[in-house]
DNA sequence: TTGAATTGTATCAAAAGAGGTTACAAATAG
DNA sequence: CTATTTGTAACCTCTTTTGATACAATTCAA
């Protein structure tokens, strides 16, 4: 259970906010498409109204829209928008700096990592929530 | 801890057997300049030698060598060698299949996920063990 | 204005993974 | 034969992720 699923909940959460248009979605429905808790769908709608995704509204009648048009969202944005992890870690624990390959490795690691993050965020820019629904529909 | 640095141990560990060229190396030096557990270099080591990259000797006088030229081992060999997880985990449950998005969403996100990899494995592809060392000399 | 519904968030528990450590069998050089 | 070294199993601890409960704040509607 350890390895972090919070894209793929994104982008299935955003799936079913776009397709319900300008209905306020509740995190109790979305919950129960994603077979989870809602205050799981609840922490993940927050990191997305940060990003400016997604509006919600507090209260009776209350629930959550798309900020934008499906078109308009790429999944890079998404991406972005979650505190995922890196492709991979760095060391744990800092390399022996007495051994010159210890002492340039961290460096190297992690332009390498920024390098690999970005072709990663180039691939989810092309596509938007609109393609996700087409694939979606098309099935 | 919990995120997964064998892939940059497993560099550092490759930096160290291709300046020592034919030379073994023993998992406690290599342990000493990761600053790690020698079993845990070894493990990776068994790893990275059912991929052919490195030579293991048992016994007095044991060691590890690389199996090839550091110019003819790509970085896309090392990751493929290791049990690296995905960029995204899927869902940890499998979604609702009453409904339309949750049946089809994990078919789109699985497709991603390997499209994503393929463009990890692309970028790193392009740099060989060579390029690593001439990095880290050159720091 | 009262009450029901809903988000936002804090807090805790449960499950899984990663890394570290010890122990020891098997192999090998000398 | 003995010392050395790998290979691997077993176990522990720490961290992260997810799931769950609880409750304050907000909002709508009667």
Redesign the pocket.
């Known amino acids: 259970?350890?390895?972090?699923?919070?894209f793929a909940v994104a982008v299935h959460v955003l799936t079913i906010l776009a397709k319900s248009g300008e209905e306020r979605v509740?995190?109790?429905y979305i919950a129960g498409s994603v077979n989870?808790?809602?205050?799981?769908i609840?922490?993940l709608?927050?990191n997305l109204?940060e990003a400016a995704l997604v509006v919600?509204?507090?209260?009776?009648?209350?629930?959550?829209t798309l900020a934008k048009q499906p078109k308009d969202i790429r999944l890079s944005e998404v991406y972005k928008a979650l505190p995922c992890?890196e492709v991979f870690?760095l060391h744990?624990?800092e390399p022996n700096q007495d051994c010159p390959v210890g002492r340039n490795m961290a460096a190297f690691l992690c332009g390498l990592q920024k390098e690999i993050d970005k072709s990663i965020e180039e691939k989810l820019r092309q596509y938007t929530l609109r393609d996700v629904i087409e694939h979606i529909d098309g099935a």
Chains 1, 2 share one sequence.
């Open positions: 259970m350890a390895a972090n699923s919070q509740k995190s109790d989870t808790n809602p205050v799981v609840r922490r709608l927050s109204q919600s509204q507090v209260g009776a009648a209350g629930g959550t992890g870690a744990s624990k």
